[in-house]
């Protein structure tokens, strides 16, 4: 690849309202954008960080920066992987490089990454912890939902009511559940049980990452899936025995490249594949709607927090998001 010249933006993005999980609140979010040029195309990317990790906005600028003669070199996307580590910053890298090689290709990044043309995805819409009733209004103002996740706090009894509050305001949507760390071992038989007469699919991420020996031997009738715990392909062989599912982020893995080869890992360890998202736009979005039609469970509802998108902005109809070809990686973003 010709040389390449790499510009860096940050962006604070405001959300429409406080968003609460376990032990954070979030009122806005802070990220950087990402340009390389060759100066014929161009390839963008959004990077949000791992803000459990410290991978936060300074953070990923110094990464970036002390990288930057590496990447102004032009690399292939699997020699960034030895360039920077996981998280935000190759993230963006990742992604700006897979458009710019798409544009290069004349192909839109689905192609270059062999799957067939996109379709539509179900994808989960999430309620922040509050009060039971407010959660429950916030269910049925989400009318056109078929899957909703619910943020827990790790208050047992509490949580257990937010989420009967919401199955009875929408008898009709999947649920799921997000524990953000939250819970001990010791919680789980009375919380998976609470969660299954419930009929919720799918317990995401109950304990704290570092404690995941715990649930060796432990058998939940709820599916548990990994977040925190699995933030990229190294983790993978942890997760068996433990997890029934890997919820794979962008911004924890560092980008496409390696999102896609954590859901084929996932798939040969036996796993079910999952994609998320931290708070951002349509641009980071787009490329985890790539890896989403590869998984088995889709969320990347994080532009819905948000005050201001992106133009043009992925969609959501019916349930179901859209990325088009316009919005990132269609194969043909020239120079600007």
């Known amino acids: 690849m010709a040389r390449l010249a790499l510009t860096v933006a940050t962006e604070t993005l405001r959300l429409v309202k406080p968003f609460r999980i376990s032990g954070y609140v979030f009122q806005t979010s802070d990220v950087i954008v990402i340009k390389l040029d060759d100066g014929g195309h161009c390839g963008r990317g959004e990077g949000g960080g791992v803000f459990y990790l410290g991978d936060d906005v300074p953070h990923m600028l110094a990464a970036i920066e002390g990288a930057r003669a590496a990447i102004e070199a032009g690399p292939t996307r699997d020699?960034?992987?030895a360039i920077l580590p996981p998280g935000g910053a190759r993230n963006a890298v990742d992604c700006a490089l897979w458009e710019l090689d798409?544009?290069?290709a004349g192909r839109p990044v689905w192609g270059l990454s062999g799957q067939p043309e996109p379709?539509?995805?179900r994808t989960t819409f999430t309620l922040g912890a509050d009060d039971p009733a407010i959660m429950?209004?916030?269910a049925r103002a989400y009318r056109d939902a078929r899957s909703i996740k619910i943020k827990l706090t790790g208050d047992l009894d509490l949580d257990l009511a937010r989420?009967?509050?919401i199955r009875a305001a929408r008898p009709d949507v999947w649920l799921g559940v997000d524990g953000n760390q939250g819970f001990a071992i010791d919680d789980l038989d009375a919380l998976a049980s609470g969660l299954l007469a419930e009929r919720v699919s799918l317990l995401e991420q109950p304990l704290a990452r570092g404690r995941e020996s715990d649930l060796d031997g432990y058998r939940s009738v709820v599916p548990i899936a990994g977040d925190e715990s699995l933030l990229s392909l190294v983790d993978l062989p942890g997760a068996v025995g433990r997890f029934d599912v890997v919820n794979i982020k962008l911004d924890k893995c560092g980008g496409l490249t390696e999102g896609l080869m954590m859901a084929a890992?996932?798939?040969r360890l036996g796993l079910g594949v999952m994609v998320g998202n931290m708070i951002g736009t349509s641009l980071a979005m787009a490329p985890a709607f790539v890896l989403g039609q590869l998984c088995d469970l889709v969320d990347l509802d994080g532009p819905t927090f948000l005050a201001h998108d992106r133009v043009?902005?992925?969609?959501?109809?019916?349930g179901d998001v859209w990325a088009g070809p316009d919005v990132?990686?269609?194969?043909?973003?020239s120079a600007r």
């Open 136 to 138: 429950a209004e916030g």
């Open 102 to 104: 798409a544009a290069h």
């Open 163 to 165: 989420v009967g509050a």
């Open 265 to 267: 890992e996932a798939r």
């Open 328 to 333: 990132w990686g269609s194969g043909t973003v």
């Open 119 to 121: 379709k539509p995805l």
């Open 79 to 81: 020699e960034l992987r």
């Open 312 to 318: 043009p902005s992925i969609t959501y109809t019916d």
